[in-house]
Each structure stands twice: as structure tokens, then as C-alpha cells.
């Protein structure tokens, strides 16, 4: 069982270089998110879907771009990139029965620095 | 404005003994409060979960217990375990069309052997 796959799992960019972090599922879950964790601060939510063709944006969108045509895929694009950037990204899936509760399956982790 | 705070960067305990990692909110919606534990170059797992509507779940060696006058949870693992060391992120929900996640800044668990 892959669960949740992110790729790539780290990436180094330059200010104003635009690049896509994969995120597939295999489970069939509805629910996707992508968050960003930064020291001292949690995880923060970037965008979210509830279904394909369906996006939303969390608490921290601004610079991302997301788009869901397919239940198993969730890229998160970087339009141009800024150092502010620099973070751990999180994808994120769920059922729509475990996300009432807001129980999450996370895959592990794509670490992007930007210069 | 952080909503949910975890206001212990990182937490020792000899193993056997108890831990006890503490979490404070502020949003008055929130009606469902998560922990995830987190290793090393891991994404978060969840661990356990606790309804408004309830102030204690168990399940096996973890507990957690929720104020809500107070607005504090906590969980507690009995016994602690060199495997438990790890990041502890507590989280909090409210109901909506799709329940965002609202993450505290988590505690770094050791468990000394």
C-alpha cells in the first residue's frame, strides 16, 4: 500500500523559478490538502479539495496554484518561487467519513529551498 | 493569532514513567481535537482523537483529556517508551463544509531509557 506519495521529496530553487510538487493517493479519498510546516509555527493549510474539480484555499494560498482533475492526484505549483518559500511541504489525504473528525493520512514530506 | 498552542517546545521523561503534553485553544468552534505524532523526515500519523462532546478517549497507552471551560487538552501516555520519542502536534477542528485542520507548533517527546 503506497498511501500517500509525494515527489520530489527535496528541490532547490531559485527566486522566480516556478516548479509542481506531486502528490498522488492510492486510497481513493476524496479529501486532499497540502500544508507547509515552518519552524516554531505547526502545519499551516495551503489549498484543499474535496473532490475533483473542486479546490479551496486554506490559510496560507497566496503564491500556489492547485488543481484537481483526477480523485488521486493533488500538484501544488509554485508560480515564482520566493524565499519565503523555504519550508517542509505536507500532502494530505482523507475519507469523506474520517474527515468529519479531521483525521488525515499525510505522506512524507518534499523539502524545497529556495535562494 | 495562534489558536491552538502548544506552549512546551520539547518535553523529557524517563521511560515507564508518564507523559504529559499539553495543548491550549481559543476558538470556541472547534469541536474535535486530534494529536499526530511525527517522526524524522516522517509525515505526521494520527494518534488519537477526542469529540466536544466527550472530556476523555482511550485507546491502549494513550489518553486524552479535554477542559473545554478551560479550553485545554492534554494527552498522556502510560507508560512511556523509547519508541514514543518523537514530535507531537495537537490539532483542532470545527464543523464546516470541509474541516480545516488548525495545527499547534508541536513538542519534541524524549523518552530516556
Known amino acids: 500500500n503506497a498511501g500517500v506519495t509525494q515527489t520530489p521529496k527535496f528541490q532547490v530553487l531559485k527566486t522566480g523559478q516556478s516548479m509542481t510538487l506531486q502528490c498522488a493517493q492510492d486510497m481513493n479519498h476524496e479529501y486532499m490538502s497540502w500544508y507547509r510546516q515552518d519552524p516554531g509555527m505547526g502545519l499551516r493549510l495551503i489549498h484543499y479539495?474535496?473532490?475533483?474539480?473542486?479546490?479551496d484555499q486554506g490559510e496560507v494560498p497566496n503564491g500556489y496554484n492547485v488543481s484537481r482533475s483526477t480523485t488521486e492526484d493533488f500538484p501544488l505549483r509554485l508560480l515564482s518561487a520566493a524565499p519565503s518559500q523555504t519550508s517542509v511541504y505536507f500532502c494530505a489525504s482523507s475519507s469523506t467519513n474520517r474527515i468529519n473528525t479531521g483525521e488525515l493520512f499525510f505522506g512524507e514530506g518534499s523539502r524545497l529551498t529556495v535562494l | 493569532d495562534q489558536q491552538v498552542k502548544q506552549n512546551s517546545p520539547s518535553l523529557s521523561v524517563q521511560e515507564g514513567r508518564i507523559s504529559i503534553l499539553n495543548c491550549d485553544y481559543t476558538?470556541?468552534?472547534?469541536?474535535?481535537f486530534l494529536w499526530y505524532k511525527k517522526y524524522p523526515a516522517e509525515g505526521p500519523t494520527f494518534l488519537i482523537s477526542?469529540?466536544?462532546?466527550?472530556d476523555k478517549n482511550e485507546d491502549g497507552r494513550f489518553t486524552v483529556f479535554l477542559n473545554k471551560s478551560a479550553k485545554h487538552l492534554s494527552l498522556h501516555i502510560v507508560p512511556s517508551q523509547p519508541g514514543d520519542s518523537a514530535v507531537y502536534f495537537c490539532?483542532?477542528?470545527?464543523?464546516?463544509?470541509?474541516?480545516?485542520?488548525?495545527f499547534g507548533s508541536g513538542t519534541q517527546l524524549t523518552v530516556l531509557p
Open positions: 477526542i469529540s466536544s462532546i466527550k
Open positions: 479539495s474535496v473532490g475533483a474539480g473542486i479546490t
Open positions: 476558538n470556541s468552534m472547534f469541536d474535535y
Open positions: 490539532a483542532a477542528s470545527a464543523a464546516g463544509s470541509a474541516r480545516q485542520l488548525t
